[in-house]
Every structure is written in C-alpha cells, then in structure tokens.
C-alpha cells in the first residue's frame, strides 16, 4: 500500500472526540450492530484486532458484553492510544493497544490467527486498490470461523444520493445535539468544521461504493459477504469465513444498553479548566 498523506493531526484527534457523540449518526446502534454480527457466544474466548480503535468505545464496549474477548486496539494517533488506554484499563491483559500506520503493512502480523477484525471510520482513508490488497490480507489472515465488520462512509454513485446522504447527516446530527445538550451547540461546530464529507469532500477522504466494496470481499475469499445497517452515508458491512451460522450470540438489545451506557461513560475526569471548549 501507498503512502497516504499526513492530514489527520492530533488536533483532528480533540475535534473528533469533542463532536463525534453528535456527528456519527446513531453511534451507539452502530456499535451494537457490530457486537452483534460477531459470531460468537458472551462467553466465548476469541480474538479481535480493531483498526483505528480511536478513544476506544467501541473496543471498551466489546470487552464489557464478551467476558471471554481478547482485543488488540490499534491507532495511529498518539492522543487516541492515550484516552483508549485510560479508558481500557480495568480490563487488564485481555486488551493491548499498539500504534500503527494504516497505510504500511508492517502491523498485518497483527492479524494473524484473529477470529475477528473491526473497523470503524478509518478505512476510507484508502483509496480502491488500497481497500482490495487489504481485504485480502485479512481475509488469508483471519481463522476459519472469522468475520470482519466495517462501519464506514461510502461513497454515492449518483448525485441525488449525494444530495440524500448530505442531508440526512445534518438531520441526524442536529436532532443528536439537541437531544444529548439541550442545544444545537455542537451541531453548528459540526457544520462550521465542514464536518459532512458529502458537502466538504476531502481529497484525502477516498470512500468507496458500497457494491464494489461487497464485491471485493467477495473476490478475497468471504464465503458470505453483505450490507447490515446503513443511514446517512454510514454503512455497516462485511464477510464471513463460513457460511454456517451461530446460535446463543450476543442479543441486539444487550448490546444496545451497553453501548448507551459506554457512550455516556467519561475514560476520567479533566479539571473543568483543561476541557475543550
């Protein structure tokens, strides 16, 4: 894989993690799709790697529903490790957090033997063929029960699917502002950060149709591949090793009140004169 260009700063690390409760649509039904699609029981030992663990919710959330869960979080941002290592700490051994850049292939022995990969927001940061030589590596890489699930934008092929997804993102988040602050406070941040790839596009940004993405996880080798969940841009997608399913897997419902209860669960307390504004 290519080089990708050095435009995501630590600064974007803070503004992120100050408006994503808000700006990613449904965030916590995103997360509790994901845990659900694994094919494992709550009890169960296996392994997960997560690329792009950011402040790690979704990794903390993982580990809380699945008691026998072993994850290896792995990001690029210094500030990101920093919260998700706070954030992961009662959880012991069961959790390591590595640095890694998702452009290079040195962290691919990461995977290895992994019965799970996961992956949210981070992986339009690749451009097409980038995508497909990585949906091999972790399709050769993964145990023969394995599933990878990826949470993404993707990109539209139409521009009234365009002009849809643009909207309805600012719809989702401005009804998140109001109902998480009571204002539409982080909403306007949302909107003066240009915040909404689908009109701001950033060239570094490369998201790709959801249909070419399904049908390179097919050509990898993923004997079931499909679309979960999708709403304003943000879909949930991915393949199988197996085509036999799993019975006495995590619930939706579970899952769900256990997102909601992480989503709203602070890693630590700053003094009040240290937080962003």
Same mark, same amino acid.
């Given at each position: 894989?290519?080089?990708?260009?050095?435009?995501w700063?630590?600064?974007?690390?803070?503004?992120?993690?100050?408006?994503?409760?808000?700006?990613?649509?449904a965030?916590?039904?995103?997360?509790?799709?994901?845990?659900?699609?694994?094919?494992?029981?709550?009890?169960?030992?296996?392994?997960?790697?997560?690329?792009?663990?950011?402040?790690?919710?979704?990794?903390?959330?993982?580990?809380?529903?699945?008691?026998? #869960?072993?994850?290896? %979080?792995?990001? $690029? *941002?210094?500030?990101?490790? /920093? +919260?998700?290592?706070?954030?992961?700490?009662?959880?012991?051994?069961?959790?390591?957090?590595?640095?890694?850049?998702?452009?290079?292939?040195?962290?691919?022995?990461?995977?290895?033997g992994?019965?799970?990969?996961?992956?949210?927001?981070?992986?339009?940061?690749?451009?097409a063929?980038?995508?497909?030589a990585?949906?091999?590596?972790?399709?050769?890489?993964?145990s023969?029960?394995?599933?990878?699930?990826?949470?993404?934008?993707?990109?539209?092929?139409?521009?009234?699917?365009?002009?849809?997804?643009?909207?309805?993102?600012?719809?989702?988040?401005? #009804?998140?502002?109001? %109902?998480?602050? $009571? *204002?539409?406070?982080?909403? /306007? +941040?949302?909107?003066?950060?240009?915040?909404?790839?689908?009109?701001?596009?950033?060239?570094?940004?490369?998201?790709?149709?959801?249909?070419d993405?399904?049908?390179?996880?097919?050509?990898?080798?993923?004997?079931?591949?499909?679309?979960?969940?999708?709403?304003?841009?943000?879909?949930?997608?991915?393949?199988?090793?197996?085509?036999?399913?799993?019975?006495?897997?995590?619930?939706?419902?579970?899952?769900?009140?256990?997102?909601?209860?992480?989503?709203?669960?602070?890693?630590?307390?700053?003094?009040?004169?240290?937080r962003?504004?």
């Amino acid at each position: 894989m290519t080089t990708m260009p050095d435009s995501w700063s630590e600064s974007d690390s803070e503004l992120y993690q100050d408006i994503a409760a808000v700006a990613v649509p449904a965030r916590a039904e995103q997360m509790a799709a994901l845990l659900t699609l694994l094919p494992f029981k709550p009890d169960e030992t296996f392994r997960v790697v997560e690329l792009g663990c950011g402040e790690g919710l979704l990794a903390q959330t993982l580990l809380a529903c699945f008691a026998g #869960a072993e994850l290896v %979080a792995l990001d $690029g *941002s210094a500030v990101m490790r /920093e +919260r998700a290592a706070e954030r992961l700490t009662t959880f012991g051994p069961r959790v390591r957090i590595e640095p890694f850049d998702l452009a290079s292939t040195a962290w691919l022995p990461h995977l290895q033997g992994a019965d799970g990969v996961i992956s949210s927001l981070c992986l339009h940061h690749l451009n097409a063929e980038e995508k497909q030589a990585l949906f091999g590596a972790i399709q050769e890489r993964l145990s023969p029960w394995g599933v990878f699930l990826i949470a993404d934008l993707i990109e539209p092929q139409r521009p009234e699917a365009r002009t849809l997804f643009a909207a309805t993102w600012d719809r989702i988040t401005k #009804a998140q502002s109001l %109902a998480q602050t $009571g *204002s539409t406070a982080s909403f /306007e +941040r949302f909107i003066q950060t240009e915040w909404n790839h689908y009109r701001f596009p950033d060239p570094v940004d490369q998201p790709s149709p959801l249909f070419d993405q399904l049908t390179w996880l097919k050509a990898a080798g993923f004997a079931v591949v499909d679309c979960f969940w999708l709403k304003a841009g943000h879909a949930i997608y991915g393949g199988y090793k197996s085509r036999s399913g799993s019975t006495g897997t995590l619930s939706f419902t579970v899952a769900l009140q256990a997102a909601q209860i992480q989503n709203s669960t602070k890693p630590y307390n700053k003094p009040a004169g240290n937080r962003k504004s």
